[in-house]
């Protein structure tokens, strides 16, 4: 399975952006789907994940209220719904899959990653 992520831009704080990672090569419904981030300078961070079903979903705190995980399964797309953002939420953004039995926060846990995808909110 390949992923492509794409939505990220320039975004003045407070607003919104929506990211897609659209899967080919395999079927996401088999994984659990996660989004993490990395700022420049900074380490590689869980920021939501969601179960195969969507039964189960997890958010950081620091985007827990303001992002919003989804997955399409039949369109092999999950989604990252982002409002509200700060200069903090700048980042690259990547989409990734794990194998695994329940959603987890370590990205050492997720087995294929999407390319990235830079946000940048500006102040």
């Known amino acids: 399975v390949q992923l492509q992520a794409c939505g990220g831009g320039l975004v003045q704080t407070g607003g919104s952006l929506r990211l897609s990672c659209a899967a080919s090569?395999?079927?996401?419904?088999?994984?659990?789907m996660g989004w993490f981030r990395q700022a420049p300078g900074k380490e590689r961070e869980f920021v939501s994940a969601v179960s195969r079903t969507s039964s189960s979903i997890y958010y950081a705190d620091s985007v827990k209220g303001r992002f919003t995980i989804s997955r399409d399964n039949a369109k092999n797309t999950v989604y990252l719904q982002m409002n509200s953002l700060t200069p903090e939420d700048t980042a690259v953004y990547y989409c990734a899959l794990e194998e695994g039995w329940s959603p987890g926060r370590n990205p050492a846990l997720y087995d294929v990653w999407g390319q990235g995808t830079q946000v940048t909110v500006s102040s």
């Open positions: 090569g395999g079927t996401i419904s088999s994984y659990i």
